[in-house]
């Protein structure tokens, strides 16, 4: 019984002695990671600036509800000779108020898809049709 009492005395110690370094590590690493989430939260304050893309082009028809046709063109340069010519796309965008008419110079965003075709929505009229 006097050695099982010697060995229960020498692990007491050993924790002991243990419970103090681990403590300070505690603590060092807790200090070190306070400031890490302090900064994490001012990044969050600051807006955030999407990634949706922004076009601008022509709406060439308004006949859906609460959809219109807007044609973008955009100049490239050729490859190899590098002259400027015109590329253009029609797409879909989806207008809550229906507020263009054709001939509108409008500006669109990038968003989720709202049926098979519509995958932009009006941003803004710039410039009315005359």
């Known amino acids: 019984m006097e050695i099982e009492m010697e060995d229960n005395l020498k692990e007491t110690e050993v924790e002991e002695t243990m419970e103090a370094p681990v403590a300070e590590v505690v603590t060092a690493v807790a200090e070190e990671v306070t400031p890490v989430v ?51 796309k029609k797409i879909m965008a989806h207008d809550e108020n229906n507020q263009c008419s054709i ?18 929505e009006l941003l803004e009229v710039v410039e009315r049709a005359k």
Request: aromatic share 6%; charged share 40%.
């Open 103 to 120: 001939g509108d110079v409008v500006r669109v965003k990038e968003c989720r898809p709202l049926s098979k075709m519509k995958r932009w």
């Open 38 to 88: 302090e900064k994490a939260t001012d990044v969050t304050e600051e807006p955030t600036r999407s990634n949706k893309r922004i076009l601008q082009g022509k709406v060439i028809s308004n006949k859906a509800d609460k959809t219109i046709s807007v044609k973008i063109v955009r100049q490239v340069a050729h490859p190899l000779y590098k002259k400027y010519y015109k590329r253009s």
